[in-house]
C-alpha cells in the first residue's frame, strides 16, 4: 500500500504540510514545486535485520537505522529534470531497477563513542505518511532508549532528516540531545519556522528545539577524533557531511549531497529538483563522489537502498555505487 504525501518536502520540493512547506516562501529556493506525486510507501512488516543494521567503524560501534522508505515517479518532476523518463529508464534498466518509479531507503545512523551516543539524522517523523517515520521503532529494536542519545548532528532541515526530533505530540523525541547543524542551516530553519505565517508543523519543531540547538562552522571537529563536520553545501545553504574517524578507519556520513544510488551517482551531472540551488548541488555531488571514488572512503549514504553502506568506485568512464 502506498500513502501519497502531498510531496517530497523533506528534499526542498514544496510541500503543503511538511516541515519544508516554507521553501515555496523563500524566492532563492528556486523549488517551482514540481507537480510530483512522491510517496512515501508502506514496507513489509520489517523483521530486526531488515530494520537495524550493526556494523563496526574501527572500533565504534555503528547501527543503520530504518526509517522507512520514500518512492518518486520517474516522470523527470525530481529526478532527470530536463531530461525524459525514457533516459532515467534506461540507466535504470541497466542497473536492474524499476524503470517507472525511484525508490529511496531513509536510515539514520546510530554511533556509540565512550560514554556518548550519536545520532545523524533523525527520519522523517510524521512528515512523510506511513512509509517513513519509523526510527523509534528501529532505535528500540537496537535496545537504545530515546533518552540515551547524547548529540545529534542534522545535516540539514529538510522534513525527512529534522521530522524525527519530535513525537507525536510535539515534544522532544531525544530530550538529553543536543542538537547540532552549520550555523547557516539553523539560520535558515529559525528564519523560515518564526516568521510570520510559517508553516505551524515547523514552527512547532523550531520553537520545540531551540534550547537544544548548538551550530558549528563547517570544519569543525565535533567530538574531538571522532566526528568532524565536513563542508558540503549545496543541496541546501548550511547542508553538511560528516566524517566519522576511529584509528585509520572512517566513513562519511554524505547527507543529501546524493540520493539515488543509481541516478546520483552514475548521471550526478542530471538536475535534481530536491536540491535548493540545482547547480550548487550537481557540483557538490559531481565533486563529492569523484573525491570518494579517488580516496576510497567508505560511504553512509541515508537513501540509498538500506543500510546505505557501501563505496563508490569508477567503471569505464563513470561512476557506480558499490554496496557493502
Ligand atoms: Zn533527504
Known amino acids: ?83 525524459t523518463p ?54 528500540a529494536a537496537a535496545g537504545v532508549a530515546p533518552g540515551e542519545v547524547t548529540d545529534i548532528f542534522i545535516s540539514h ?53 531551540t534550547p537544544k540547538v548548538e551550530t558549528f562552522a563547517a570544519g569543525a571537529e565535533l567530538v574531538p577524533g571522532v566526528v568532524q563536520a565536513v563542508e558540503a553545501t549545496g543541496h541546501t545553504v548550511g547542508h553538511a557531511a560528516y566524517r566519522i574517524t576511529s584509528g585509520s578507519d572512517s566513513l562519511l556520513y554524505v547527507g543529501d549531497s546524493m540520493h539515488h544510488h543509481v541516478i546520483s551517482v552514475q548521471r550526478p551531472e542530471w538536475t535534481i529538483a530536491f536540491d535548493r540551488d540545482a547547480d550548487a548541488g550537481r557540483e557538490r555531488r559531481q565533486a563529492l563522489l569523484g573525491q570518494l571514488a579517488d580516496s576510497g572512503e567508505r560511504v553512509y549514504a541515508v537513501h540509498f537502498p538500506f543500510p546505505g553502506l557501501g563505496h563508490i568506485e569508477r567503471q569505464g568512464d563513470g561512476l557506480v555505487w558499490a554496496a557493502e
Open 1 to 83: 500500500m502506498r500513502i501519497r504525501t502531498a510531496a517530497l518536502s523533506l528534499l526542498a520540493v514544496a510541500l503543503a504540510t511538511t516541515l519544508v512547506a516554507c521553501d515555496r516562501q523563500d524566492p532563492s529556493a528556486g523549488n517551482a514545486a514540481p507537480a510530483t506525486e512522491a510517496t512515501a510507501e508502506a514496507a513489509a512488516p520489517a523483521t530486526a535485520s531488515d530494520t537495524v543494521h550493526a556494523f563496526a567503524i574501527g572500533s565504534l560501534q555503528a547501527t543503520a537505522l530504518r526509517d522507512g522508505t520514500l518512492s518518486v515517479p520517474n516522470d523527470n518532476a525530481v529526478f532527470g529534470v530536463g531530461r
Open 86 to 139: 525514457e533516459e532515467v529508464a534506461e540507466v535504470l534498466a541497466a542497473a536492474g531497477q524499476p524503470t517507472d518509479v525511484l525508490h529511496l531507503g531513509v536510515q539514520p545512523l546510530l554511533v556509540r563513542t565512550g560514554d556518548r551516543v550519536l545520532l545523524f539524522d533523525t527520519g522523517a517523523g510524521r512528515n512523510m505518511g506511513d512509509g517513513a517515520g519509523k526510527l523509534g521503532e528501529s532505535l
Open 157 to 209: 532541515a529538510h522534513g525527512d532528516h529534522v521530522g524525527g526530533l519530535v513525537d507525536a505530540q510535539g515534544a522532544l523525541a531525544f530530550p538529553n540531545a543536543t542538537v547540532r547543524m552549520t550555523a547557516q542551516e539553523w539560520d535558515d530553519l529559525r528564519t523560515r519556522g518564526t516568521a510570520e505565517g510559517a508553516d505551524p508543523v515547523q514552527a512547532a519543531l523550531v520553537a520545540a528545539i
